[in-house]
């Protein structure tokens, strides 16, 4: 122990030592300018004592009293505070409260570091993703923002007779994401939703996307042992499906936390393949580049109508949902029944014009009814390709080895969340999602 | 001849006017070491350093280019203050007193006494500034102000030789009047509202002047010394929960940001700060604050005496 001083003398005297030191400097009027000696000394202990001075005042060794004051000093300093430079000057002053006080993205915690240690994308690929820019800085919610500030009128969602335009899509978002800021949703962390085909859910997944979380996205009438191991490999902070969901019109409130990073997680989806069920992590980029794919392989612009049966948890919904939102055109929800995987864009004069886009998971379309499309999508990857022969979407590559069809590219998944050890197929594997 | 011009102390305190105001000092002053000694702490006063001290001559240097201060914090922390010329008078100064008069003569180092951590001057050269009347006290954390340069940059040099001394300054230019309007509708001047770290208090009496100053002075020295930074970097490395927090600790851009800082001895510090001085109306609205209007004066000045 220096000095023979102990932890509790340090706790003891620390307070003291620090008040009596320089660390606080308190003058009254202008004693020394004007030489007035009486007021000199009258406040000698505000501009601050000796070491030596305070070792006397308080008993202790003079070297006792250095060894406590640096080491109070030390424990009270603030290393972070210096980054509040960084955003000040060339017109800029501090306010106090102005957000400079926590600067840098928040820490995540132990739990939404497991949902990163789930991703594992190729750097080959990534490289190749950022260069063609097939993956950019867009996220699912700032295109609800950006609807918003463009065509606030215009309308984003429809459900039976309820009409929701895109300036109260995006109230209701934020009013959504404040109340799950207060029930506690950190950034990183899972929230689980009900995905049905309303558009309570679709306001729940873009409050979670605007918080930074990741939504866990499942499918309604999901068998009870089902959702319970989805919820187990998940381990939501909040869990939604128990909640029965009511938006807000009101103005939400004015601050809201930092929103999610394009490369962020954002969904997780449930792909069932005879065992447990896995789930299938996506980033905004992930989604994001499925939408622009499609978007742009079927010429779908902001005056189409997209209508889409089916749980937003399934491929053709979510894809219907998420052209929606990079495109502009209006979604039309029709109920959650699964009878019918398809979606309709009708309104300009793209390559769907009336026809119905029929989604399948298995990438063979020998049959499918006159005018409609084949879209091979699935949980780990959106958007793969479409038409019988297959073409590959934009950003996506096919691979036939030994009678198995594999794919990856831009819109593939980030990884399996849960698994251990790391699933043998997917994004592990060179980006390579393999059919089957 | 005037008894003045007769004074050999007189004329020695005239050429040291006229060395530091050639090497590019702006302010001159000198107070006797005896003053110093009455009000500095025991030990840290003029004769700790040189026991035969008669004298204490300050220096004050100007600072920046308005375009400095209009810039960003970044670029301030770099270049916002003129240590380099403080060492090229002063320095000069002592090495001119013993070569011109043979007085043993002693530039104060300005650095921290290294028996006591790195919070404590060997000196207050800012005691010695205001004794020697070219500066006074602000509500800026004690920051010196001049009227007519605004901001200084000071340096002392102890002599033994007993030269006419100064006296401190008449007025204090802080608060400024628009300082003191703001005071009365926020409660706060411009120095204490805009200090990122909320460091500065006080009040002002009924008639605008200061009645207290308090300064968090701990809190200060978060942005503009850093000193603990490096033993707080290497100790978080040692504690680090993972492999790559210790690698952003150790090695990201925080660490390697404050290393060049250190290691180049960028404006011999490891952090500066000026949001204070940057609201400040004396330091941006002295007559003679900005530098090149300094200059212009000083040889407009000179040329008229020729």
Request: proline share 7%; aromatic share 6%; charged share 20%.
């Amino acid at each position: 122990m220096p000095h023979g001083v102990t932890e509790r003398m340090i706790r003891t005297y620390a307070p003291a030592i620090f008040e009596l030191g320089l660390n606080i400097q308190r003058r009254k009027g202008d004693a020394v300018r004007k030489l007035d000696w009486a007021a000199i000394a009258a406040q000698r202990d505000g501009t601050g004592r000796t070491d030596a001075e305070i070792a006397e005042r308080l008993g202790l060794a003079e070297e006792q009293v250095t060894f406590i004051r640096v080491v109070a000093e030390r424990r009270v300093f603030r290393r972070d505070q210096y980054r509040k430079l960084f955003g000040l000057g060339a017109g800029k002053r501090y306010r106090a409260g102005d957000g400079l006080a926590a600067p840098g993205l928040p820490e995540l915690d132990a739990e939404a570091m497991l949902v990163r240690q789930a991703m594992h994308f190729d750097p080959e690929q990534v490289a190749h993703f950022a260069a063609e820019g097939l993956w950019g800085g867009e996220t699912l919610e700032g295109w609800v923002r950006a609807r918003a500030k463009a065509d606030p009128q215009r309308v984003a969602l429809k459900a039976g007779s309820v009409s929701i335009d895109w300036q109260t899509l995006d109230r209701r978002v934020s009013h959504r994401a404040a109340r799950l800021a207060e029930a506690g949703l950190e950034r990183g962390r899972v929230a689980s939703v009900e995905a049905t085909a309303a558009p309570e859910a679709v306001v729940a997944w873009l409050a979670i996307a605007r918080l930074g979380a990741v939504a866990l996205l499942l499918p309604p009438g999901q068998a009870m042992l089902e959702r319970r191991l989805c919820l187990a490999k998940a381990r939501p902070q909040i869990d939604l499906t128990a909640t029965p969901l009511a938006d807000s019109d009101a103005e939400p409130p004015l601050i809201l936390p930092r929103s999610g990073l394009a490369s962020d997680p954002v969904a997780l989806l449930v792909a069932e393949g005879g065992g447990e069920p896995k789930l299938a992590l996506h980033t905004h980029q992930t989604l994001a580049a499925a939408a622009r794919a499609l978007a742009g392989a079927l010429t779908i612009g902001s005056g189409d109508t997209i209508t889409a049966s089916g749980s937003l948890a399934q491929p053709p919904a979510l894809l219907a949902l998420l052209l929606a939102l990079a495109t502009g055109a209006r979604l039309d929800l029709a109920g959650d029944t699964q009878s019918s995987w398809h979606l309709t864009a009708a309104g300009e004069a793209g390559v769907l014009g009336q026809a119905r886009l029929v989604v399948v998971g298995p990438p063979s379309f020998e049959s499918l009814p006159a005018g409609a499309i084949g879209l091979w999508g699935r949980p780990e990857a959106l958007a793969i390709a479409l038409g019988h022969p297959l073409v590959a979407l934009p950003g996506m590559t096919l691979r036939q080895e030994g009678g198995v069809i594999s794919a990856r590219g831009a819109c593939g998944f980030a990884g399996w969340l849960g698994e251990m050890p790391a699933a043998p197929v997917g994004p592990a594997d060179g980006g390579w999602i393999a059919h089957g | 001849m005037t008894a003045q011009a007769d004074n050999p102390m007189e004329q020695a305190k005239a050429a040291i006017k006229a060395y530091v105001l050639s090497r590019g000092a702006v302010a001159v002053g000198i107070i006797d070491a005896d003053t110093v000694e009455r009000i500095a702490p025991p030990g840290f006063g003029p004769k700790a350093l040189l026991p035969q001290a008669r004298s204490v001559i300050a220096i004050g240097v100007p600072g920046c280019t308005r375009g400095t201060w209009r810039s960003t914090a970044k670029v301030m922390t770099f270049i916002g203050n003129s240590v380099g010329p403080i060492y090229r008078a002063a320095f000069g100064l002592s090495f001119f007193l013993e070569q011109t008069y043979g007085q043993p003569s002693l530039f104060v180092p300005p650095h921290i006494d290294p028996e006591y951590g790195n919070r404590i001057p060997l000196q207050s050269l800012k005691l010695h500034a205001e004794l020697a009347g070219i500066g006074a006290r602000s509500l800026a954390g004690d920051i010196l102000l001049h009227p007519e340069f605004g901001l200084l940059y000071y340096g002392s040099v102890l002599t033994e030789m007993d030269l006419p001394p100064d006296r401190p300054m008449d007025s204090n230019p802080c608060p400024s009047p628009a300082c003191v309007k703001l005071y009365r509708a926020e409660g706060q001047t411009p120095c204490q509202k805009f200090c990122p770290v909320e460091c500065l208090s006080g009040s002002l009496d009924e008639a605008g002047q200061i009645d207290e100053m308090v300064c968090d002075m701990y809190r200060c020295a978060e942005m503009c010394q850093r000193y603990e930074t490096m033993g707080d970097l290497i100790h978080d490395g040692i504690v680090a929960p993972t492999e790559l927090d210790r690698e952003e600790i150790l090695y990201g851009a925080e660490a390697q940001g404050f290393l060049y800082r250190v290691t180049s001895g960028i404006g011999a510090t490891h952090a500066q700060c000026f949001e204070c001085m940057r609201a400040c109306p004396v330091v941006t609205g002295a007559p003679l604050a900005d530098p090149i209007r300094m200059g212009e004066a000083k040889r407009k000045a000179a040329k008229a005496k020729a």
